[in-house]
């Protein structure tokens, strides 16, 4: 039972430079969301899709794309990195329940941009 | 709109005492609360969640909460620390109305002192 699965666990990029942080999950959740976690913040929301084909944006979307064509995947778009982009990044599902079920959390990618 | 507050960046409890983390919420619908913990390095994992039935609630690890829609509080707490609970641990809000988006606080990182 794999759960939520982050690809990169780590990545440094230079500034300018794009990537794909990729999220896939296997237990047909539709509702899935990108954090980011910066020492002192907590996590924020990044963006977020309660289905396929339908996205919105967190409290910091500035400078990401998401994208959501299948119920299982997820991915992050970073398409010029900055230095502030340098932080952890987590992708989370939750199964429909109202708002009363839980998160499940990937274990992260950690992102250096120089 | 949801938030939540926690007091205090850094607790540290010597082994064996009593652990109380603090959590205040600010909500405009009944919320569902939540606590998470982080061990070093791995993604987040849940401890318990308030979802509007008994208002004292038990999570794993010998961890409890209590719901105080008085206080607005949901404070976490544990009667004797173990070295294990060495962690980061968050509260988080989510509103009660079927969105799905949660809202983290800033984390108390706790240490335990042998």
Known sequence: ?114 | AQSVTQLGSHVSVSEGALVLLRCNYSSSVPPYLFWYVQYPNQGLQLLLKYTSAATLVKGINGFEAEFKKSETSFHLTKPSAHMSDAAEYFCAVRGGTGANNLFFGTGTRLTVIP
């Open chain 1, 1 to 114: 039972n794999a759960g939520v699965t982050q690809t990169p666990k780590f990545q440094v990029l230079k500034t300018g430079q794009s990537m794909t942080l990729q999220c896939a999950q296997d237990m047909n959740h539709e509702y899935m969301s990108w954090y980011r976690q910066d020492p002192g913040m907590g996590l924020r929301l990044i963006h977020y899709s309660v289905g396929a084909g339908i996205t919105d944006q967190g409290e910091v979307p500035n400078g990401y794309n998401v994208s959501r064509s299948t119920t299982e995947d997820f991915p992050l778009r970073l398409l010029s990195a900055a230095p502030s982009q340098t932080s952890v990044y987590f992708c989370a599902s939750s199964p429909p329940g109202q708002g009363r079920t839980e998160a499940f959390f990937g274990q992260g990618t950690r992102l250096t941009v120089v």
